[in-house]
């Protein structure tokens, strides 16, 4: 059963346009995270977001942007999209910090640029 | 840095075959090890997890014993089925700014097949 919402599901744009992405999760977990799986199904973390606590991946280009309004919520903004940017954007969230806590999924927004 | 190694990137079997698909990991932490499978189009999802030494952990026929003297976690069925067709991620926990925040190291993935 899926508690962690993405929209959209899909979205299609041009290099050079600004998107956003939608995650709410109604786990009344405290951490929340956006991973990314490129078209080999490699899954790396992008950014992760605890307690107002931002920590970013440093391979995250700068065009990236997390929006978080409150624990339930956190948005991806990418300002001015690249065709490398084309992949899959699982958000997840967790109850915890610690080692061994797990994390859970959304389906995840899958973006294409053109 | 830490890194998950997992060899297989494609593994078909017959269903009723028993499985096991291979994890190393590196890290100079004390490892947290997951195992999560990812069905088609559908969300990642947590399959077994541990940090006990030489202690096997199982769900849902599944099993997987952390060794840390050889850094492995591998993953285990004695017979699959047809449902089990999934993309398996072996992943280890962040730990590299002294506090893991829930992040993961995922590996590349084995997309298990299993046929009839």
């Known amino acids: 059963e899926t508690a962690v919402f993405q929209t959209p599901n899909y979205h299609v744009t041009q290099v050079g346009n600004e998107v956003s992405f939608n995650c709410k999760q109604t786990?009344?977990?405290?951490?929340m995270y956006w991973y990314k799986q490129d078209s080999k199904k490699l899954l790396k973390i992008m950014f992760s977001?605890?307690?107002?606590?931002?920590?970013v991946n440093e391979t995250v280009p700068r065009r990236f942007s997390p929006q978080s309004s409150d624990k339930a919520h956190l948005n991806l903004r990418i300002k001015s999209v690249e065709p490398e940017d084309s992949a899959v954007y699982l958000c997840?969230?967790?109850?915890?910090?610690?080692?061994?806590?797990?994390?859970?999924f959304g389906k995840g927004t899958r973006l294409t640029v053109v | 840095g830490d890194s998950v190694t997992q060899t297989e990137g494609l593994v078909t079997l017959t269903k009723g075959l028993p499985v096991m698909l291979n994890c190393t990991y590196q890290?100079?932490?004390?490892?947290?090890l997951f195992w999560y499978v990812q069905h088609l189009n559908e969300a990642p999802k947590l399959l077994l997890k541990?940090?006990?030494?030489?202690k096997r952990t199982e769900h849902q026929g599944f099993y997987a014993t952390l060794h840390k003297s050889s850094s492995s976690f591998h993953l285990q069925k004695s017979s699959v089925q047809l449902s089990d067709s999934a993309l398996y991620f072996c992943?280890?926990?962040?730990?590299?700014?002294?506090?893991?925040?829930?992040?993961?190291?995922f590996g590349a993935g084995t997309q298990l097949i299993v046929i009839p």
């Open positions: 992943a280890l926990s962040d730990l590299t700014r002294g506090s893991a925040l829930g992040r993961l190291h």
């Open positions: 890290t100079t932490y004390s490892p947290f």
């Open positions: 541990s940090s006990t030494d030489n």
């Open positions: 786990l009344g977990h405290d951490t």
């Open positions: 997840a969230s967790s109850p915890g910090t610690g080692g061994n806590t797990e994390v859970f």
């Open positions: 977001y605890n307690n107002k606590q931002l920590i």
